[in-house]
């Protein structure tokens, strides 16, 4: 599983150097930031629409899309998924509820109470 988006990774990194009339990719970076943020924003409403239909396989490809787009953000931003895995393996474990809870916590004490 983490083979494929490493090599996504290798990928989409070498696409930095492509002529962008050959690399869909390449093109995106040659847009810029607002271009792939508006491609994730799409993928991520067309994710949504899928689910609200119920429909599996469109789902399961628009959610491709979702996840290929903020990869091609997180290359342009210099950040490789396995920063994103680290982040999700070091929650492992931890309940969201009570990491609410603690961070609450933490920005209801006034300033130099640490
Ligand atoms: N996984 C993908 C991938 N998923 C989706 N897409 C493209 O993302 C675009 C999705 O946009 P839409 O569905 O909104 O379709 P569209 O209307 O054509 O898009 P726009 O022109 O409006 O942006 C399509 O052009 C898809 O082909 C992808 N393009 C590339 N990859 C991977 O990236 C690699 C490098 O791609 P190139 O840079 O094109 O060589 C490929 O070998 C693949 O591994």
Known sequence: ??????RLARTLEARKQADPQSSYVAKLYAKGLDAILKKVAEEAAETIMAAKDGER???????????????????????????????????????????????SEKS???FGEG
């Open 1 to 6: 599983m983490n083979d494929i988006l490493d």
């Open 57 to 103: 396989e469109k789902i399961i490809y628009e959610t491709a899309d979702l996840w290929f787009h903020s990869l091609v953000l997180l290359a342009q931003q210099g950040i490789h998924p396995n920063d994103i895995l680290n982040e999700l393996a070091r929650r492992e474990g931890i309940s969201g509820i009570e990491e609410k809870a603690s961070r």
């Open 108 to 110: 209801g004490k006034p």
